[in-house]
């Protein structure tokens, strides 16, 4: 239980205190009223004695009696009603709340840390009513009066007189068969007889002489003089004097109030507890003479009725309804003891001392001998009790009878002298005047009659009192009967069935016991007394139960917790909303949290019913919508039940404060970090040919490394715009920002492009909602940003309220009039905005109507859409129509009953207040805020060691003026392409904005996939008509004659975009007159290529252009695009270059030639319907070489290749004329076409050498990142090794043209495209298909120093042995007559040609040097004659010619090629030189003839 200001023994001595009646006449009730009191109350602060008192046993044994109180009460006739003790219960309880700001006890037990309040007042405030209010009983004596005060004033005309009349009438009172209330302690009782004195008006000399004409009466103890009323007011008006009344009144008064407001009339039963009509009143006698009060027939408890206590109207007639309310609402708002001064206080204490001293305690002594010498002589027995209390207890007992075995023997009634109750006399006596250890004696021999004559209530009542007298004895000697208070209980609940002195007990016996900490016990039968008959009293059991489990050593919290709740459900039953939502809320601080879901759903609903019944509207929202957000475990119909109560409670406090700002709502749930931004229009659809631009939009997917390679675009276009490098302030472009683009600035849009959120919605609850009206609510600041950096400060705006006028003038918002979410989906919402005016805009949040979805599903026939049955279920009540304690059933409401302002606040426990009230339409407005959380800072050391969120600015865009806005079109843009196909499409260009734009580039990672065309008029074909197969080609038509050369054009780089200094990826768009107008559109052709890997393709465009005005926030806009390419496979060439041996002694035009080869396959596999592929051309385009001619035979020029077949051509190259490289000089690319067809293509015109620049600088680039990647630890090759590498490099490309004919819908189309082979050493193959790069292996990382720096690299000996070209001229037949001259001599010329460019020293050997047998057989009969060693030294690019004779002795075939040629660099200090390398043997035959 919980903590009570007294303790239990001081609790239990002023329950039982001796009871003192009160007579007075009217004019001594006049007197006391001039202080708003009754003499009753007047004494009251005074009845505890302050000093200790002695008094005598029967055994003539001192005993002593400390701090004794004694209760002054007047005579009332009538018994209390049981239906006005109920309510003035309910009101004491309901008036007792707990203090603001009183501090909680914070108890820990395990995980939990509750805040509980130590004390319940309201508890000791029922409790302290209930014992009050006990009437008095026959088969007990404690609240029956043992004296009686006659009370009369020296102003009455005779007080001795008045005396006499007061003392007949309490004597008819007593012992009149008319009166059966109240009830008094003997015949004889006590009367003390006072004279009040009024010293502000009455005669001091005469109340004195009456006073001692009294004491002559009535003896000096019996009677007393009481002087008051001292104060003079206008004297003493500064005087501060205390006023110890008030603790006693106010409870009174606070309790009687609503009484005192209805006077006589009988108040209706608001508690609904019981209607049975009040009793009508019972007056005495008028005969009796004037100035006999008779108007103390009524209990102060009973209904309708309010009497002071002892109080006297003065007259025979009730005063009027009127005048008694002015009289309580007088008495309620003023001041007590106003005419009293602090030594009236003392007199009133002395008064009541000497009152006890002398008449009440001697009184009670006298009483007490009588009574033992009575029960000792009627029991033949010794004098003294004492002795003879060793004989009842040790002589032979008889069994006692269990409860169970006895029958129901509350109807045995002891006449008023028998001796059983003359022993519960002198027990109650010696109980009142705390002499414990008698009382206990004479209580259990009590109690072995009663049950020996079968009275259980009067057994019970012994029991009870023995328990207690047991607990107060001081020593405690014997131990606390804890079985005599159960057993009594037992008695009175279930034998007798008088539950009042059943809870009695057990508030007695629960207070012993929690005071020996048997807290578990105390808290068994607290909860074994509740029960259905009184909803008050068990709430305040549980609820006292639940302390109990909470006190104990090991606190148990769920239990406390569950009687918590049972406690608040039965103060909710009891019409006590306050203590109920009081205990829930106390409860509520075990189960949050804990995964008791369904406790935790039950508890908050019951709090917001209270919450709202009690007008605490905020608290009623907040546990509605705790109940609504939490994961849910309840079904479908509960959660709609659920929904519909809030709806109903929200609507209700919208209602209370209509002009303020909407309210938060808890449903749907926003998941405020998927929220997407997205500036701009929609994408345009695709119209039949026409294919839009996919640029950005909702529906794609966020993906970081394809949004790293648009910044990188976008940075390549703005680093080309700002001479080369990229801007400070450069921002990339995001037109779609989400949680993982960056935040932290503001975002910008124009004006007139509208602003789309993306919102996403999840309903957690089982139940679909229905969302009206939805629509973004935002705030928008009004600027000029064309006013510089302090702009122009306007008013802002807000939809919030939609009063502004310039409202819809700033911002369009788009509303969606029905937004459904089904049960446990998760729905996006894309909520437009379109600005009309620059400025701040500010997205706040989203505000709608929330409301149910429309269903109405029946059962039985019933309509059981409002969810009462569900609503009952939760609760476990089974009886959906339980009303208050003691009330019949109550009819439920009509399912279609309307609200009124008075049911409005009615509930029945058990059923939704709003059953049948809430309709399935009923929405509430509100908003739900877009709270975004930045990302966490991570870059400081402070923001390291803490925790700490960037802004994010998705929702906070600004609104610049208009900005130019491009829409691009692709006219018949493929899908599907052959590697190296070329297709011509065209793209139309559209300016949808109203300010022109110029500046459009296009940038793309893959510049060989697209061109525009070249800058020359003249090489770009006007139209496809120019052959007559609808090239996209340049042609012309061939000339036979002409068939077998080259034929050789020069174009310069410059005409095709490269060597501008322009990053390749960079292309512009040739705009007429660079601009584009407001709305205007425009066509360019566009041609394609097919990459040369197959698959399917990925690439971006990315359209930059700007404004023709300067624009402070915007500098420039974006497009982009992603076409997806799907390639096959078409042909393979691979491609080998060699030396040719031809070298002509008499010039140098034609010295150094190539021989190419093309291996060219068929790798198309039909995927695309291709039957064949001619190779009709191929064209060279280097600076330094050319294609001379086709040296394969003539029949086998137009090579056709079905599927999988190969074809082998060989070409001869030669190195450019001096006019050519005089041209070349200028950086100009020299062309040949060889033309293996009807028509020859112009390979130096679009597209065709378009697509050779982009890849001849594609691979260019691809070898700037090897290089650049090979690592920093190698050394740069000198210049001698790079002239020594140029004597092997050919800088040649191969543009391989063909044409393939594919069947497509029974139809015959002609596909044409180019390859490149870039040729770029001797003897080192080339292939046009990209080579895949074996993966390396990984190696260890090894963090060595070097020693000493790497030496420079040298010539390899594969470098240095093609230094010189060698070939031999000589007659292949030679005829020689043997038999006439045997010596056959042979002229030979060696000719020499220097390959480098630097002069090379030369040996030449004409020594045979045999390596093999065979060698030998051929050179046995062959030499050189003449010099047979050189040593000659050759210029750069120098031919040089040496004359030899060979000497043959007979015919036969010789080889000539054994001269052996040795070379170095003339610059390089080398001891030996290198082996030049003859290529083809040279055979002669020498004939005889």
Not at 1267 to 1280: E, L
């Amino acid at each position: 239980m919980a903590q009570c200001v007294q303790s239990v023994q001081e609790f239990i001595q002023d329950t039982f205190v001796p009871m003192v009646a009160v007579l007075c006449s009217e004019a001594a009730e006049t007197s006391t009223r001039k202080n708003n009191l009754t003499f009753a109350e007047l004494v009251r602060p005074f009845c505890r004695l302050t000093s200790e008192v002695h008094m005598r046993d029967p055994n003539n044994q001192s005993h002593v009696i400390k701090n004794l109180r004694i209760s002054v009460t007047g005579i009332v006739t009538q018994p209390p009603q049981q239906t006005a003790i109920r309510k003035l219960l309910s009101e004491v309880v309901s008036a007792s709340q707990p203090a603001d700001g009183l501090v909680a006890n914070v108890i820990t037990a395990g995980d939990y840390d509750l805040n509980i309040s130590a004390t319940t007042p309201w508890f000791e405030a029922y409790r302290e009513c209930f014992f009050q209010s006990m009437p008095p009983s026959d088969h007990e004596f404690l609240h029956h009066y043992l004296a009686c005060m006659l009370v009369v004033s020296s102003r009455d005309p005779d007080p001795v007189e008045q005396f006499l009349k007061l003392s007949q009438e309490q004597h008819r009172i007593q012992h009149s068969s008319d009166y059966s209330y109240p009830k008094w302690f003997i015949p004889n009782t006590l009367k003390y007889y006072v004279l009040l004195h009024d010293v502000s008006e009455g005669e001091e000399q005469r109340a004195e002489s009456v006073y001692e004409e009294m004491k002559q009466r009535y003896g000096t103890q019996g009677c007393y003089l009481l002087k008051f009323n001292s104060r003079i007011p206008s004297s003493g008006a500064d005087e501060q004097i205390p006023d110890p009344w008030s603790q006693y009144l106010n409870r009174n008064n606070l309790q009687n109030q609503e009484i005192c407001e209805d006077g006589l009339v009988p108040l209706t039963n608001k508690n609904k507890e019981n209607n049975t009509n009040t009793l009508e009143l019972d007056g005495l006698d008028n005969s009796i003479n004037d100035g006999i009060p008779n108007n103390f027939n009524s209990h102060p408890f009973q209904e309708g009725v309010l009497v002071n206590s002892g109080g006297l109207d003065g007259v025979n007639r009730p005063k009027p309804v009127e005048s008694s309310n002015d009289a309580a609402k007088q008495n309620n708002t003023s001041a007590h003891g106003l005419s009293l001064t602090l030594t009236d206080h003392d007199r009133i204490r002395q008064f009541i001392q000497e009152f006890t001293f002398r008449g009440l305690l001697p009184h009670i002594e006298k009483t007490i001998r009588q009574l033992n010498d009575q029960l000792v002589s009627r029991k033949g027995l010794s004098r003294s009790l004492f002795t003879a209390t060793k004989k009842w207890f040790s002589g032979s007992k008889v069994p006692e009878k269990t409860i169970n075995e006895l029958k129901n023997a509350t109807s045995l009634l002891y006449p008023p002298e028998a001796p059983e109750l003359q022993i519960r006399k002198m027990a109650d006596l010696c109980f009142l005047v705390q002499h414990y250890d008698l009382a206990y004696s004479c209580y259990h021999t009590a109690k072995k009659d009663f049950l020996n004559d079968q009275a259980m209530l009067y057994a019970a009542g012994a029991l009870e009192m023995a328990a207690a007298s047991v607990f107060l004895q001081p020593g405690a000697q014997r131990q606390y009967p804890t079985h005599y208070m159960e057993t009594a209980i037992q008695t009175y609940k279930d034998l007798c069935k008088n539950l009042v002195l059943a809870e009695r007990c057990t508030l007695l016996s629960a207070e012993i016991l929690k005071s020996q900490a048997k807290y578990s016990e105390a808290a068994t039968l607290l909860i074994r007394m509740t029960s259905e008959d009184s909803d008050l009293r068990s709430a305040l059991l549980l609820e006292q139960a639940a302390h109990c489990f909470i006190n104990m050593r090991s606190p148990m919290v769920r239990k406390f917790a569950f009687h918590m709740i049972l406690a608040g459900h039965r103060f909710g039953k009891a019409d006590q909303r306050k203590h109920a939502l009081r205990c829930y809320s106390q409860a509520m601080q075990v189960y949050k949290g804990k995964g008791w879901s369904l406790a935790e759903d039950h508890i908050n609903f019951t709090i917001g019913r209270q919450s709202f019944t009690l007008r605490q509207l905020d608290n009623a929202v907040s546990a509605f919508r705790h109940i609504l957000i939490n994961d849910s475990k309840q079904t479908a119909a509960q959660q709609e039940a659920f929904l519909r109560e809030y709806l109903y409670v929200y609507k209700s406090v919208s209602q209370f404060s209509p002009d303020g700002p909407l309210p938060q709502l808890p449903l749907p749930c926003i998941k405020s970090s998927a929220t997407r931004v997205f500036f701009g229009h929609d994408r345009r659809p695709s119209e039949g040919e026409k294919q839009a631009a996919t640029h950005v939009s909702l529906d794609q997917e966020y993906e970081r490394e394809a949004s790293q390679q648009w910044k990188e675009l976008e940075e390549q276009v703005a680093a080309l715009v700002n001479r080369g490098t990229v801007p400070l302030n450069f921002q990339p472009t995001q037109y779609c920002l989400n949680s993982h683009t960056d935040n932290l600035r503001f975002p910008v849009a124009v004006v007139e492009e509208p602003v789309t959120v993306e919102v996403v919605f999840k309903n957690p609850l089982k139940v679909p909602l229905l969302l009206n009206d939805l629509s973004l609510l935002w705030k928008f600041n009004f600027r000029d940003f064309n006013k510089g950096s302090e702009g122009d400060a306007r008013e802002s705006i807000s939809n919030e309220k939609d009063t502004h006028p310039k409202t819809y003038l700033g911002i369009a918002t788009e509303v969606i009039s029905e937004f459904q979410v089904n049960g446990e989906e998760t729905k996006v919402a894309r909520l437009k905005l379109l600005p009309h005016q620059t400025g701040e805009l500010h997205i706040l949040g989203v505000v709608y109507n929330l409301s149910t979805v429309q269903s109405a599903p029946t059962h039985d026939g019933i309509d059981s859409s409002p969810g009462t049955q569900v609503a009952a279920s939760c609760l476990n009540v089974s009886n959906l129509y339980l009303g208050k304690s003691g009330s019949k059933p109550q009819t439920p409401h009509s399912l279609h009953h309307q609200p009124s302002s008075t049911d409005q606040l009615e509930y029945f426990h058990g059923l939704s207040w709003t059953e049948g009230k809430v309709p399935h339409g009923l929405s509430v407005r509100g908003r739900q805020d877009l709270e975004i959380q930045g990302p966490r800072l991570n870059n400081t050391k402070e923001e390291k060691t803490s925790v700490k969120y960037g802004s994010d600015r998705r929702l906070d865009p600004i609104i610049t003026e208009t900005m130019p806005l491009l829409e691009v079109f692709f006219i018949n843009f493929p899908t599907g392409l052959l590697c190296g196909e070329i297709r011509k499409t065209y793209v139309e260009f559209v300016n949808v904005s109203k300010c022109p734009l110029t500046g459009l580039r296009v940038v793309c990672k893959d510049p060989d996939f697209f061109s525009f065309g070249s800058k020359t008029a003249v090489l770009t074909p006007l139209s496809p008509t120019a052959s007559e197969n609808c090239s996209a080609y340049k042609t012309v038509v061939n000339d036979s004659v002409c068939t077998s050369s080259a034929v050789t054009s020069s174009v310069s780089p410059a005409d095709f975009g490269m060597g501008s200094g322009n990053p390749l990826w960079v292309i512009g768009v040739p705009l007429p007159d660079s601009v584009l107008l407001p709305g205007a559109s425009v066509q360019l052709p566009m041609w394609l290529r097919g990459p040369d890997e197959e698959g399917v393709h990925e690439i971006n465009f990315l359209f930059y252009y700007e404004s023709t005005k300067p624009h402070s926030k915007l500098s420039h806009r974006v497009l982009r695009h992603t076409a997806i390419i799907c390639t096959s496979r078409s042909l393979s060439v691979k491609a080998t270059a060699c030396r040719s041996n031809v070298l002509e002694a008499e010039g140098k035009n034609d010295s150094d030639n190539l021989l190419v080869f093309l291996d060219v396959a068929n790798i198309n596999t039909s995927e695309a319907g291709v039957r064949e592929f001619h190779v009709i051309q191929v064209s060279s385009g280097s600076e330094h070489w050319r294609l001379l001619k086709c040296i394969n035979p003539a029949e086998d020029k137009d090579a056709k290749l079905s599927s999988r077949e190969r074809a082998k051509l060989c070409f001869r190259a030669t190195r450019c004329q001096s006019s050519e490289a005089t041209s070349c000089t200028e950086g100009r690319y020299i062309f040949a076409d060889i033309v293996l067809g009807s028509e020859q293509i112009i390979s130096a015109t679009t597209p065709c050498a378009d697509f050779f620049f982009q890849s001849c600088c594609a691979l260019r680039s691809r070898k700037t990142v090897l290089q650049t990647t090979a690592g920093p630890g190698r050394p740069k090759t000198g210049d001698i090794t790079k002239l020594v590498q140029k004597c092997s490099e050919v800088d040649l490309n191969i543009i391989v043209l063909w044409k393939a004919y594919v069947v497509e819908d029974n139809k015959q189309l002609i596909l044409e495209g180019q390859l490149h082979v870039a040729l770029q050493s001797i003897g080192k193959e080339a292939c046009s298909l990209p080579q895949v790069q074996e993966a390396q292996e990984m190696a260890l990382l090894k963090f060595i120093r070097p020693e000493q720096p790497p030496l420079p690299a040298r010539p390899s000996m594969e470098q240095l042995s093609h230094l010189i070209k060698i070939s031999l001229h000589y007659p292949e037949y030679y005829d020689h007559p043997f038999h006439q001259k045997s010596l056959c001599l042979v002229p030979v010329t060696l000719v020499l040609f220097n390959c480098c460019q630097i002069e090379v020293d030369i040996i030449i050997d004409l020594r045979h040097k045999a390596t093999s047998p065979e060698m030998l057989e051929i050179h046995g009969s062959f030499t050189w004659l003449g010099q047979t060693q050189y040593k000659i030294q050759l210029k750069g690019q120098e031919v040089h010619t040496v004359p030899l004779k060979a000497c043959f002795v007979h015919a036969g075939v010789y080889n000539l090629g054994t001269p052996r040629v040795f070379a170095k660099l003339a610059e390089q200090n080398v001891q030996c030189e290198t082996s030049q390398q003859n290529s083809t043997p040279a055979l002669i035959i020498i004939n005889n003839v």
